[in-house]
């Protein structure tokens, strides 16, 4: 049972470049999320979706664009890299209600931009 | 608007002895309350939830946390620390009432010398 995986695992980019993260889950949940975890800033929500073809924004969602084309997948996008989006990404999911109220997570996408 | 604090950047504690990560929170409407860990170069695991009921909830590892509604605060205990306990802890809130999203502590590191 893979849970939530995230592609890549590390990154280095240029200022200026692009990248697409990848989040697949397959618990079936409708509920993923988007997060940046920065020193003494703790997690920070990027943006949301609440079910197949719905994003919503987040605390910190400028700079970043996201899709979620399949129930599955949420994806996160950079379309031009800057040295302030440094940091370690997280991706999670849940189910909308009942008892499993908790989020489940990846193990992280540590984004470096020089 | 919800937020939450988790006032100690770091906890020291020997092993055997009790410890207490503390958690203090603020939402409109009742609180849905969590902790999760955090290992080094590792996602969060769940620790353990408040949803309703008893105060005291237990969870993972032998943890085990308090809901205090006067106090607003959901404090993560553990009678006897373990050396492997040694890691990055955070506290997360959602409202019960009109918000998806769960907003998460700047996180506490326990270490535990042995």
């Known amino acids: 049972n893979a849970g939530v995986t995230q592609t890549p695992k590390f990154r280095v980019l240029k200022t200026g470049q692009s990248m697409t993260l990848l989040c697949a889950q397959d618990m079936n949940h409708e509920y993923m999320y988007w997060y940046r975890q920065d020193p003494g800033m703790g997690l920070r929500l990027i943006h949301y979706?609440?079910?197949?073809?719905?994003?919503a924004k987040g605390e910190v969602p400028d700079g970043y664009n996201v899709s979620r084309l399949k129930k599955q997948n949420f994806l996160l996008g950079l379309e031009s890299a800057a040295p302030s989006q440094t940091s370690v990404y997280f991706c999670?999911?849940?189910?909308?209600?009942?008892?499993?109220?908790?989020?489940?997570f990846g193990q992280g996408t540590r984004l470096t931009v020089v | 608007a919800q937020s939450v604090a988790q006032p100690e950047d770091q906890v020291n504690v020997a092993e055997g002895n009790p410890l207490t990560v503390k958690c203090t929170y603020s939402?409109?409407?009742?609180?849905?309350l969590f902790w999760y860990v955090q290992y080094p170069n590792r996602g969060l695991q769940f620790l353990l939830k408040?949803?309703?009921?008893?105060?005291l909830v237990k969870g993972s590892y032998g943890f085990e946390a308090e809901f205090n509604k006067s106090q607003t605060s959901f404090h993560l205990k553990k009678p006897s620390a373990l050396v492997s306990d040694s890691a990055l802890y955070f506290c997360a809130v959602r409202s019960t009432s009109g918000t998806y999203k769960y907003i998460f502590g700047t996180g506490t590191r326990l270490k535990v010398l042995a």
């Open positions: 979706s609440v079910g197949e073809g719905t994003t």
């Open positions: 939402v409109s409407g009742n609180p849905y």
């Open positions: 999670a999911s849940r189910q909308p209600s009942g008892t499993a109220f908790e989020a489940f």
């Open positions: 408040y949803i309703t009921g008893d105060n």
